[in-house]
């Protein structure tokens, strides 16, 4: 089974619009930790957000939000108020605890393109 | 904040020469280093991850003969490609964390072409 599921390939966002962007785990493990990436065009990785699985509160940084639901094993991010910047491909990542190594899953990534 | 430097960024070299690639931290200890391989319009695929003083884990498919990794101090590690053909032309990225507890911090990555 997949261990981060982005299902939005690619999505299109008006500017200034907010966007949600999918990402859904699956691990045994209790402790765990999710995180968004932004690659732009570059390749390079930037780390936006962070969301530990004992967190009770969702993560926030800026314009970006976690969405998380634990329950639910989602973990979706929202950019609000979009920006031409934003246009890049992100990643959604676990990390799973000690008891289950320390694995660092990313997902296939959903390429988010802003209009003007 | 966390940096991580990896030079260099783009190199382009002719099949059968070897080519090192490096990953720094400059303002934490990278206990762990990661390396991973991006496939066009694909996810990172994790390579090896390597924690200082020991050697690397592998992941399965991946010969470590063939990408020799080294992390012999809390702030450098190194992937080598040995013996390098025109199929390991990929991006390559690094990343690096503190402790279990810290996100993992990744590098710009480098365009390998080899021709």
């Known amino acids: 089974a997949q261990k981060i599921t982005q299902t939005q390939p690619g999505m299109f966002v008006q500017e200034k619009e907010a966007v949600t962007l999918d990402c859904t785990y699956d691990?045994?493990?209790?402790?765990?930790?999710l995180f968004w990436y932004k690659q732009p065009s570059s390749g390079e990785m930037i780390f936006l957000i962070y969301q530990g699985s004992y967190d009770q509160q969702n993560a926030t940084e800026g314009r970006y939000s976690l969405n998380f639901q634990k329950a639910r094993k989602s973990a979706n991010l929202v950019i609000s108020a979009s920006q031409l910047g934003d246009s890049a491909m992100y990643f959604c990542?676990?990390?799973?605890?000690?008891?289950?190594?320390?694995?660092?899953?990313f997902g296939t990534g959903t390429s988010l393109t802003v209009i003007p | 904040g966390a940096v991580v430097s990896q030079h260099p960024s783009r190199v382009i070299c002719k099949s059968g020469t070897s080519v090192k690639i490096e990953c720094r931290s400059l303002?934490?200890?990278?206990?762990?280093m990661f390396w991973y391989r991006q496939f066009p319009k694909k996810s990172l695929m994790l390579m090896a991850t390597?924690?200082?003083?020991?050697?690397?884990?592998?992941e399965q498919g991946v010969e470590k003969d063939k990408f020799l990794i080294n992390h012999a101090s809390l702030t450098l590690s190194t992937l080598t490609v040995t013996s390098a053909h025109p199929e390991d032309s990929s991006f390559y990225i690094c990343s690096a964390r503190d402790n279990r507890d810290q996100p993992q911090h990744f590098g710009d990555g480098t365009r390998l072409s080899i021709l």
């Open positions: 990542a676990m990390r799973e605890g000690p008891n289950t190594g320390n694995q660092f899953y």
């Open positions: 390597s924690n200082e003083g020991s050697k690397a884990t592998y």
């Open positions: 691990t045994s493990d209790p402790s765990y930790g």
């Open positions: 303002d934490f200890q990278a206990t762990t």
